[in-house]
């Protein structure tokens, strides 16, 4: 019987330490992108959006409006673009994606500025929406701030703006992250 307990407490211990060696291989392993069935590459783990502020809330004024995104450490890929779609209201919002930038860090600690591919936004049949691409995309672990200049403020009221990540790479599945919310002053 002590043969028996002897050889149990043998596989026991040679179980915890291949089950010890396994999982801290695993820790370090690093983190994939998730590839989808039709070729598109996703995160694994979405970035999130942190908060949406505006530099100034007084109607008919120029205005930028900042969108900061937290991008996990385990989010699989880095952040290739962001899309930033006003949601149908009284009034469009029309953008000037020449004045727009993004930098690392949020609105009040600013980092360095971050390269942009391109701009795109304005097209007549999608007014209110601009869409941002790195240049290089932003690695994970990372926060990031979009700052969209509008060409004027609307009249007043609340309104949503979604947002849309996208993972680098040309076959990227975006990821809606939800509404950015402004309150603009009435008259």
């Not at 908060?51 to 385990?74: C, D, E, G, V, W």
Request: avoid cysteine; hydrophobic fraction near 35%.
């Amino acid at each position: 019987m002590n043969k028996q307990i002897s050889a149990r407490n043998i596989l026991t211990k040679r179980n915890l330490a291949i089950g010890a060696i396994l999982s801290s291989s695993l820790i370090s392993l690093p983190v994939m992108a998730v590839q989808l069935g039709n070729g598109q590459t996703a995160f694994n783990y979405p970035p999130h959006l942190v908060r949406a502020t505006t530099s100034y809330k007084s109607p008919h004024m120029s205005a930028t409006y900042y969108f900061t995104l937290a991008i996990p450490q385990n989010a699989g890929e880095p952040l290739g673009a962001v899309t930033i779609s006003q949601r149908q209201n009284s009034d469009t919002i029309s953008f000037d994606p020449s004045r727009s930038r993004a930098f690392l860090g949020d609105r009040f600690a600013r980092g360095s500025e971050i390269p942009l591919a391109s701009i795109g936004g304005e097209q007549p049949n999608k007014p209110g929406e601009a869409t941002i691409a790195f240049d290089p995309p932003v690695p994970p672990g990372n926060t990031v701030t979009v700052a969209l200049r509008a060409k004027r403020n609307p009249n007043g009221g609340i309104y949503l703006f979604g947002v849309t990540a996208f993972p680098a790479g040309e076959k990227s599945s975006g990821q809606f992250l939800g509404y950015g919310r402004l309150h603009f002053g009435s008259r």
